[in-house]
T-cell receptor
Framework: KAGVTQTPRYLIKTRGQQVTLSCSPISGHRSVSWYQQTPGQGLQFLFEYFSETQRNKGNFPGRFSGRQFSNSRSEMNVSTLELGDSALYLC??????????????FGPGTRLTVL | SQQGEEDPQALSIQEGENATMNCSYKTSINNLQWYRQNSGRGLVHLILIRSNEREKHSGRLRVTLDTSKKSSSLLITASRAADTASYFCATIGGTSYGKLTFGQGTILTVHP
């Protein structure tokens, strides 16, 4: 099976702009989670989607949003970009069973630089 | 905020030596996972241990879990230069759907 794919791999934006990142999960995986990784804060959970519904959200401002499509592909959007949004954004997919959440498989990430 | 601490923050060893990394967490968990990350790339899943398991092996990896101490360790035996990477533990618990809570990571350098 193909792994998790993320596009684009690199982005450069300026403050105030908005950006949309895309994630395609492993075939058959219905859960997609997003994370932000920065040198200062480490890996932080943004949100999780399952069957087009957001089930969980981390402590990020409303400028960070996401959605999931019927084919399980997911997008996240950051509006009104700030310098501090520069980070590696990672998405992960998992095969969610009825009783537990299993291994998350990560994509290569999108490196966002805000100037 | 991070779930807990990883120890040590950095570890430098020679090829062939064993590397041990420790992870502590704060809340009850369903499972604990270890990941490897090379140079700011994506995370590679190494091993998952469930809360009712105490030890798990995968190749040169051995993971232990002590839920009474809320701690885990990752042992890499006979390390290779290719093992040079950052290693993270991550926990998931309760109804935290899809939310892995990561430690700060251990940077492992294996010298040839």
């Amino acid at each position: 099976k193909a792994g998790v794919t993320q596009t684009p791999r690199y982005l450069i934006k300026t403050r105030g702009q908005q950006v949309t990142l895309s994630c395609s999960p492993i075939s058959g995986h219905r859960s997609v989670s997003w994370y932000q990784q920065t040198p200062g804060q480490g890996l932080q959970f943004l949100f999780e989607y399952f069957s087009e519904t957001q089930r969980n959200k981390g402590n990020f401002p409303g400028r960070f949003s996401g959605r999931q499509f019927s084919n399980s592909r997911s997008e996240m959007n950051v509006s009104t970009l700030e310098l501090g949004d520069s980070a590696l954004y990672l998405c992960a997919s998992s095969l969610v069973t009825a009783s537990s959440t299993d291994t998350q498989y990560f994509g290569p990430g999108t490196r966002l630089t805000v100037l | 905020s991070q779930q807990g601490e990883e120890d040590p923050q950095a570890l430098s060893i020679q090829e062939g030596e064993n590397a041990t990394m420790n992870c502590s967490y704060k809340t009850s968990i369903n499972n604990l996972q270890w990941y490897r990350q090379n140079s700011g790339r994506g995370l590679v899943h190494l091993i998952l241990i469930r809360s009712n398991e105490r030890e798990k092996h995968s190749g040169r990896l051995r993971v232990t879990l002590d839920t009474s101490k809320k701690s885990s360790s990752l042992l890499i035996t006979a390390s290779r230069a290719a093992d040079t990477a950052s290693y993270f533990c991550a926990t998931i618990g309760g109804t935290s759907y899809g939310k892995l809570t990561f430690g700060q990571g251990t940077i492992l350098t294996v010298h040839p």
